[in-house]
């Protein structure tokens, strides 16, 4: 049997390992509220945003506002691939049986190598820290690329859009930060590599600071 892990599920180890195994090994996720659809709703324009440009072989205002030194990637249909959570783009591990797929955003290339582009929208102003929360997703994104035969870059891009300001006739204006983040494929692959251990081995203990172990402990003990 065919187990798939997604970068959303890796980010579970770090927070805690027995939701991680819980999630992937004995299907019982983390609860989760309703999603909201405005992000999913701004990720769609913005790719199709993107796609116009794409089409012109321009890059869009945003990313020559912050002087980015890069072509978007230009195999449309690939990319259409990359982007589905259906299909996306994939790494399967034949001996131990396990499937690693993502879906990207965007991608730029530079020289024969590829960049991870990843959209992002907030509400509020960027912390110092903000774009840590996105190091492992951007690392297994890279690692996937490689993973596809392609020549990656060090370092990937967050492109943040923020609410600035709504007009008297109703329309938002948002502003972008760009953030350039350096990659990892090493720890994507180690990361990966505990994901397999985890998932061969038993359930773990309770995380001790994990607010959702004690209602699914009563699961199983």
Known sequence: ?????????LNLIAECPRCFYLAVVKKIPRPSSGFPTLPSGMDKMLKEHFDRFRDKNELPPELKLHKIDAQLFED????????????GIEYFDEQQGILLRGAIDNVLSKEGKLIILDYKTRGFALKEDTHHRYQDQMDLYTFLLQKNGYKTEDYAYLLFYLPERIQEN??????????KIKVSVEHAEQLFKRAITLINGSLPAKGKFCPYCHWKANLWE
């Open 170 to 179: 109703g329309e938002f204006i948002f502003k972008t930060d760009l953030i």
């Open 76 to 87: 449309v249909e690939l990319l259409k691939k990359w982007r589905n959570n259906r299909t």
């Open 1 to 9: 049997m065919i187990i798939k892990v997604s970068p959303s599920t």
